[in-house]
């Protein structure tokens, strides 16, 4: 019955044609496998050629021994010394991975649809801002805002854009995408010396206001607009600590060290001295790589929490492995109380599991996956995200409805409706197979329909189920949060 409702509601007739076909990211690689391992995998038959980053993470360790899976997610990703993300083209069929916005305008549209819809059914808040964490290229927010446009009241609502990016080549892409216009823009200068946005106005999209941040705390909570806020894709990259049960019972820390082919090399390592290091993982040391995985001896203070949450106390036996993201935790809390404290909305689409997973760590590279540990700096690198984790984060100051699978949201929200307004608008025959590639690249199981998952956040004051999140079945409600799995 709701599918039916959503499926032929109105929305879809306003939105408009087709704008865009990506012809070449419908088979490009998604962020997401738990094959890290042989496809596309960096040759091990010689030494790799070390990065600048490499060098400055080998002399860091050197200096004050292993550190965290976290630490060298941190560095890899927005070190200025030569991070992934502070370089240019990383997404796309150019880059190294392509996401949901790039393959298609229909994600955007039904995102913005489903905000439409919760505005309405919210009451019709007369002030709005939408929030992203993560922007990417701007194409998801750019889409949300070409759809918007054609609800008139609902756009005339919308006072601000903030998007949190620490990216200064990312900024830049974004503040094109969106047409700002660079009479209005605010420049401040990034690490590198270059002019980087930190505030415009959309040129195309009745000149609302851009704001851009480096973390989520900066933007100002004391107005009272509304937040609608988004957060596509950005779970997964934020660092991970990996922790390992041992024959004690106790958690250890999986820590970064240098490989032994490397330390065989250095005549003196300042890493050796540590008391914290501990004994390499099987398999973890190549001839190639010249970071290994170590395993600590004693608990770190990282892992000492773990020791006092029962969920992991009692699902876990000796030898299991687990990923945990504390950061990802601290910004769900955050946009959680501006949802709570401003009656706001939010959705989180990530790919993932509804409960711990142990070992998703990897890395990609030209559309290939590859070990992580490999050329830090020139790769992406993701972990799966753990949607119980971030509700748990969010805790009783909000509801959260779900995760549900991409596919399902999608189908929900109508997203066949507006296949077939598109389809309606060409006769080309290529063109008309593109649009049902890109369809079903976003909703069979088989691709990024089951993987990838949405959840949504509302204030307590909430009344009834968003759409389209159907209350869970007896059976769920009986099944553990929390799944353990073994290695």
Sequence with gaps: MLSQTVRHCPFFCKIGPIRRINHEAIYAVRRYSSKVNGVGEFP??????????????????????????????????????????????????????VTSPEISQMFGEIIAVWFVMHWEIMGQPSKTAFVELGPGHGTLMD???????????????????HLVERSPELRRMQHNKLSCDPQQT???????????????????????????????????????????VVAHEFFDALPIF???????GLWHEILIDIADSDRKEIAVSAAEKQLNSGRPLSGSDTNACHFKYVRTRGVTANAAFLSHDNSFAKLFDKGDQVEVSPESARIMAQISRWISAKKGMG??????????????????REHK??????????MDLTADVDFRYLRAAAGDQVKCHGPVEQGTFLHSMGIQARLQQLLQTTSDAKLQKNLVDCYKRLTDPHSMGRIYKVLSVFPNSFKGIPLPFEPPKTEELNKPKVEKIVR
């Design 143 to 161: 889409d949300i805002l070409r759809a918007s446009r054609r609800f008139p009241r609902f756009f005339a609502s919308i006072q601000n854009v």
């Design 347 to 364: 959705l989180v689409v990530d790919y993932g599991q509804d409960w711990t997973q142990g070992d998703t760590f990897r890395g990609i």
């Design 44 to 97: 091990a038959s010689s030494k790799e050629e070390p990065t600048p980053l490499g060098r400055h993470i080998r002399d860091m360790i050197l200096a004050t021994g292993p550190i965290s899976v976290a630490k060298y997610m941190q560095l890899a990703l927005t070190s200025p010394i030569g991070g992934y993300y502070t370089k240019g083209q990383v997404l796309g069929h150019k880059g190294d991975f």
């Design 186 to 228: 605010q420049m401040v200068e990034d690490c590198g010396s270059k002019e980087t946005p930190a505030q415009s106005t959309s040129a195309t999209r009745g000149g609302l206001s851009v704001k851009w941040y480096d973390l989520v705390e900066e933007i100002d909570s004391s107005s009272d607009n509304v937040p609608l």
């Design 242 to 248: 990996k922790f390992e049960k041992g024959h004690d």
């Design 369 to 378: 996956f590859t070990r992580p540990l490999s050329f830090p700096g020139s």
